[in-house]
């Protein structure tokens, strides 16, 4: 009888692990449209706590582009670019990224220097994927935050950025 339960404790805690790999392979394909690259673009708010309150340091445009080596990978690589508004006339800033699922969490770390890594949980409120729309919190630390809305992207126009030198 022993015996018994052991094994259905060991099968349990196998499907619980099957579960939480399937849910980070289930939120990669959401990430990447069930490609291997996906890019997004939209609205990014800034926000800095001081003294307890969160204060608005202004928005930005942002188109994100997300790649990853084979359909079944949850980590990747990337490039984000920063423009003044929707219009894409003028680069505020850019850089190339890497992506990864670990743990509850999708973590971003940028190559620019002096761009501090962001994450937020794949299996919350804090990033939220319905279709061609794409939302949530990029935390920094606990006092710097970037709320986003993003909607799936045509944007191809990446040779035009990238090959601008890029601050490293």
């Not at 094994?7 to 849910?23: G, L, P, Q, Y």
């Not at 289930?26 to 309150?53: D, V």
Request: proline share 1%; aromatic share 14%; hydrophobic share 35%.
């Amino acid at each position: 009888m022993t015996m018994i339960a052991a094994m259905a404790m060991v099968f349990v805690a196998c499907s619980k692990d099957d579960d939480k790999e399937n849910t980070k392979e289930s939120f990669a394909n959401k990430l990447t449209q069930n490609g291997t690259t996906c890019t997004w673009e939209g609205a990014e708010r800034t926000l800095s706590r001081s003294w307890g309150s969160w204060s608005d340091d202004g928005e930005k445009y942002a188109i994100m582009r997300f790649d990853r080596a084979s359909t079944t990978a949850i980590q990747g690589t990337g490039l984000v670019i920063y423009f003044e508004n929707s219009y894409k006339e003028t680069v505020r800033d850019f850089s190339e990224f890497t992506w990864s699922l670990s743990g509850d969490e999708l973590k971003i770390t940028y190559r620019h220097t002096g761009w501090a890594p962001v994450h937020a949980e794949y299996n919350t409120q804090e990033l939220v994927i319905k279709g061609d729309k794409f939302d949530g919190t990029w935390f920094e630390s606990s006092d710097k935050k970037f709320e986003f809305n993003y909607t799936k992207s045509t944007f191809t126009d990446w040779a035009k950025y990238t090959s601008i030198e890029e601050k490293v």
